[in-house]
């Protein structure tokens, strides 16, 4: 559904969802290029939400790092070494007893809207359904600590969710699965790493703009350069085609 508020002063608002249970890595691409995230089969789209931090809907940002000019800022450098005693392992989504366990903890962090299960987030073949999924496990002494899950196009890869133990947050594990899902995407040779969405106002989800390499959708059909906390956006030099007809999701 879209919904087209009057022109002029008027926003307009941006509502849409589908469910497939099989898209291509190259819809995906596609879909994602156009402002599209999914949780497991519910594919979706909308430019205003709630940022939590007052009582108007704030304007949504879809953001993306392209990978050939990302670089590690001294904090990435700091949250790295300070995890240097981890072992992550790059695998296919595998749910297991131990990862509902992590995600209980870690979904207090919701607050009192907290999803009960880890499934609100993935399918119940999360590996191959809707795409290729895989996951970042992050283990400390044989304990699993924290795991990202994210899926994987023809020239991307799009973080789906993280969950980590809330109670190390010096190790910044979220910032840390990030990073090692950017490390495991520049090593399979793809050129752009979707991390999710903040809002043009402050909210919860600015960590998201520390990163260079940075691009934002502005709903317009282009992709943006972006720097967190500079008022100066400039565009960028490739600007998405229309969509494909014949790459329809299946159903």
Known sequence: MVMTGMQGTEPVFINEEFH???VSPAMLDALL???W????????RYNYGFAGTGELPGKIMPLRIRLAEFTLSKNHRRIIKRNGDTTCVIRPIDITPETEELYDKHRTRFGPNQPRSIYTFLSWDPANV???GREAAVYLDGKLIAA?????????ISSVIAIFDPDMPRRSLGIFTILK?????CETGKSLYYHGYAFEGESFYDYKKRFTG???YDWEGRWVSFTAGSTVEVESAIAIPDRDTSLQPQA
Not at 148 to 156: A, D, I, K, R, T
Not at 181 to 185: T, Y
């Open 148 to 156: 990202s899950y994210f899926s994987v196009g023809s020239e991307l």
């Open 130 to 132: 809707p795409t290729e």
């Open 181 to 185: 899902e950017l490390e495991h995407a």
């Open 20 to 22: 497939s249970n099989s």
């Open 214 to 216: 940075l691009e934002r």
């Open 33 to 35: 290029a156009e402002g």
């Open 37 to 44: 995230r999914h949780f497991g089969t519910n594919f979706f």
